[in-house]
């Protein structure tokens, strides 16, 4: 759900962050670090350390998403070949300061988040929907809205129009990171520890969520209440394939083969519209040289 979110967000300004998972994962091993027990951890009350550990996991992806905009936006590097090389750095940093061992979680108060819920609805829940909702209102009532979609449609447009455009890269992988940490502390929550490597096949479901959604990889089109319901359709497949058994190795082929068909699909629509677009615009014309 909040990786979806994430990855929803940067396709609309026409990239891609292939970061998303590698950024959860150092995001989840600084907060498990700080809940292990460790000398951090054992500073004050449980509450105490469970504060540090949310601040500190939600500053850490903030500041990748950050990188990952600077990347993109100030240095102009394609969004494909930055995450991916922020992917393998990010890694890379969570390996090193685990030497590939997980960090299991010792405060007991923490992990009740992840089952706890309000009136039978698990909070995770709740606080997707809250997300959702509040992003999909910022997207279509504040300026910055209106730059991140203008921006997706035609940057060159948006540049010389005046907006913000760095500015607005800049936010809109920032916003990312602070919904991959999110995802990062219910994992967290939900597994009571964090190693590297955990998540692996949610980037490829972050991305099918996205393209079921109908966010065009290119930019400029997306709404957040389709990407929601894209995710509950996910989540009921999921649970399907696991009430029936299915192996892992072909969840993930299902989930490969559904993101380029569908993908291919829009292709064609797009494709045919453009075509009766111009067919009728020709005919449009040629009434006209006839009057």
Known sequence: MFLALAMGLVVLTGGIDLSVVANMNVAAIVIAWILSGSELGRIGSPILSIVIAVVLGLLSAIV??????????????????????????????????????????????YSMFGISSVAGIPTVFLIGIISYAITGWVASHTRYGRELYFYGSNPVASL????????????????????????????????????????????????????????????????????????????????????????????????????????????????????????????KDNNISKK
């Open 64 to 109: 990748c998403g950050v990188i990952n905009g600077c990347l993109v936006s100030m240095a102009g590097v394609n969004p494909i070949v930055a995450t991916l090389g922020t992917q393998l750095l990010f890694a890379g940093i969570a390996t090193a300061a685990t030497n590939g061992s997980s960090i299991g979680v010792s405060v007991i108060d």
């Open 160 to 283: 010389f129009s005046g907006h913000r455009v760095n500015r607005t890269i800049i936010i809109t992988y920032a916003i990312s990171g602070l919904f991959v940490a999110i995802a990062a502390l219910v994992m967290v929550a939900r597994v009571n520890s964090a190693r590297v490597g955990f998540g692996g096949t949610y980037l490829l479901q972050a991305l099918l969520v996205v393209v079921l959604a109908g966010f065009d990889p290119f930019g400029g089109r997306g709404k957040f209440a389709n990407l929601f319901l894209s995710v509950i359709m996910l989540q009921v497949l999921q649970t399907g394939f696991t009430i029936l058994n299915f192996s892992p190795f072909i969840k993930n082929l299902t989930w490969g083969a559904a993101l380029i068909f569908v993908m291919i699909v829009n292709r064609l629509l797009e494709y045919k519209t453009s075509v009766n677009c111009k067919s009728s615009h020709d005919t």
